[in-house]
């Protein structure tokens, strides 16, 4: 695969597995949660845009409320976005009103106007 060994990875749903779980940092061998949205925001913006659920996912496991509602809000702003794991736009819109109702704070400092 040309895009490399991790895009291949976030390609076929695997980085997760890569990752290891949040208690597997690096000591645990597990990669670090800043590496993984590194790298998925890298793949989202240079190879696959349809990933951005991916990325919104990984922000809000990683408690980067902010930047996973910003993520979800450009997702909801595109009207031409279909999820590739069968989420509908409701499904995405409950899982945005819950991050905003439960973290207001971190959602309008990431830019989320709610007027």
Known sequence: ???GPVCALLKRGK???AAGSDNDNV???G????TIL????R?????????????ADLCLQHERWGEGSVTLVSILNDAAYLSPRGTTRHEMWLR????????PLEVRRAGVDFN
Do not use: C, K, N, Q
């Not at 009103?97 to 439960?102: D, F, I, L, N, P």
């Open 43 to 55: 793949y989202v913006h240079s190879f696959d845009p349809s990933a951005r659920e991916l990325l």
């Open 15 to 17: 980085l997760y597995d």
């Open 1 to 3: 695969d040309s895009l």
């Open 38 to 41: 590194r790298i998925t925001r």
């Open 27 to 29: 000591h645990g061998g």
């Open 96 to 103: 945005f009103a819950e991050v905003a109702t439960e973290h």
């Open 31 to 34: 990669m670090p949660p800043e």
